[in-house]
């Protein structure tokens, strides 16, 4: 059974960082695309940023810059980090293992950005 376990969500301040992090199990990690994906109040999912199973990255031009994903393979794990957060940052973040021709999705938590 696939499972993708994200760490807790937060409530930080305007300009502050955050590091998210994402556990899989029952997938070959290393063969796995891994992405963030993100959905405020009232709002669609959106694209955050990916990496591939060989290391590139992209990223949305909203938070292009700001955030960093980052994997390890040893411990299948990837990370979002997030730097000079904005109150419009908050949302309920996804992590995703795109893997074969299946798609799994981790279960979200909240990051709210507030002063």
């Known amino acids: 059974q696939v499972q993708l376990v994200e760490s807790g969500g937060v409530l930080v301040q305007p300009g502050g960082s955050l590091r998210f992090s994402c556990a899989a199990s029952?997938?070959?990690?290393?063969?796995?695309?891994m992405g963030w994906y993100r959905q405020a109040p009232g709002k669609q999912r959106e694209f955050v940023g990916f990496?591939?199973?060989?290391?590139?990255?992209n990223y949305a031009d909203t938070v292009k810059g700001r955030f960093t994903i980052s994997r390890d393979n040893a411990k299948n794990t990837v990370y979002l980090q997030m730097n000079s957060l904005k109150p419009e940052d908050t949302a309920v973040y996804y992590c995703?293992?795109?893997?074969?021709?299946?798609?799994?999705w981790g279960q979200g938590t909240q990051v709210t950005v507030s002063s």
């Open positions: 990496t591939t199973s060989g290391g590139y990255t």
């Open positions: 029952g997938i070959i990690f290393s063969a796995a695309h």
């Open positions: 995703n293992a795109a893997w074969g021709t299946e798609s799994y």
